[in-house]
């Protein structure tokens, strides 16, 4: 599924304390980095994210330039979170096309176990909704999440989703255990 083609690879959003932007191969030591660090973190709700799957900046390597190619393709959106002050990576907003032809976008986060707790996703996702809704022109943003990642549903709530539905134990987790989805929607005129 397309998204909006006319989104400049060079796409920079600022806010008070971050720049959300694409990656460039520059990106690759950190994002490996930030993957190595949370690898563990990220076990329990983002077992499937690539970022989990590194070992070698090559591989960082590797994945940023897919991640350019899907951009350039408008099939996919990856935002790297960077600190204003300090260039420092701290996390990634993801968006996606759940259904173009509406627009539906899917938004996903990650955030490095170091700066959690300090509004930076919800910052993040809070600028992420305003460009996708006025920029892109969409219709409808939703996020989903495991139905026990309390901090990612509270940033859905923050950010003024609505929950729209709980898919009770429709997955289960490499741990072996099996929960359920939340799934939150924002429409335009919410």
């Excluded at 002050?85 to 990634?92: R, S, W």
């Excluded at 959690?116 to 305003?130: F, L, W």
């Excluded at 987790?173 to 799934?183: A, M």
Aim: glycine fraction near 8%; proline fraction near 3%.
């Amino acid at each position: 599924m397309r998204l909006n083609h006319n989104v400049n690879p060079s796409t920079q959003i600022d806010t008070e304390r971050l720049t959300l932007r694409p990656y460039s191969l520059a990106d690759a030591i950190q994002y490996c980095e930030m993957g190595l660090r949370n690898r563990a973190h990220l076990a329990r709700y983002e077992a499937d994210n690539p970022i989990r799957h590194l070992a070698t900046v090559s591989d960082a390597v590797t994945l940023l330039a897919a991640f350019a190619e899907s951009w350039d393709a408008g099939e996919s959106y990856f935002l790297g979170i960077f600190l204003k002050d300090t260039g420092a990576l701290i996390g990634q907003v993801y968006v996606g096309a759940a259904r173009p032809t509406l627009p539906d976008y899917t938004v996903g986060y990650i955030i490095d176990l170091d700066h959690q707790s300090k509004g930076y996703v919800t910052e993040a996702v809070q600028r992420v909704i305003h460009w996708l809704f006025e920029d892109l022109g969409a219709h409808r943003i939703h996020i989903e999440c495991d139905d026990t990642n309390t901090r990612s549903a509270a940033v859905a709530g923050r950010c003024g989703f609505k929950q729209e539905a709980h898919l009770r134990e429709n997955k289960r987790n490499p741990d072996g255990t099996i929960t359920g989805t939340l799934v939150f929607g924002l429409l335009r005129h919410d």
